[in-house]
């Protein structure tokens, strides 16, 4: 015996639509590992239940950053706007100067100087002078 057609449209009751909800997205989801399988397809899967909760799915063989990449590249539609553009650059940006700001704290804690020269030593020289005269006056 066949499973009868129903009408596709929003279930009114909303204890039918969450469980309907529920075992779709599993079909789904499960759908979705299969063809990953059978087909060495690579998937991605995002689904937004209507109270706001995420289930995901993405092929082991790929990460779901690099499968955006790719369906940005592919599809020719622009996935990241050029404020995210700008915020990935300013992140790479002050990663850059906290590595600078980490090395320079080396050097003024005395680790590292090796790699310094003259110029350089004598201004570690002075920032140390200057700090322990702050000091001694902040004491006085």
Known sequence: MGRGK???KRIENANNRVVTFSKRRNGLVKKAKEITVLCDAKV???VFASNGKMT???CPSMDLG???DQYQKLSGKKL???KHENLSNEIDRI???NDNLQLELRHLKGE???SLNLKNL???EHAIEHGLDKVRDHQA
């Open 6 to 8: 129903i009408e596709i």
């Open 122 to 124: 004598m201004a570690v």
């Open 66 to 68: 690099a499968m955006l």
């Open 56 to 58: 995901d799915y993405c």
């Open 44 to 46: 991605a899967l995002i």
């Open 95 to 97: 990663k850059k100067e």
């Open 112 to 114: 590292d100087i090796q």
């Open 80 to 82: 990241w706007d050029a």
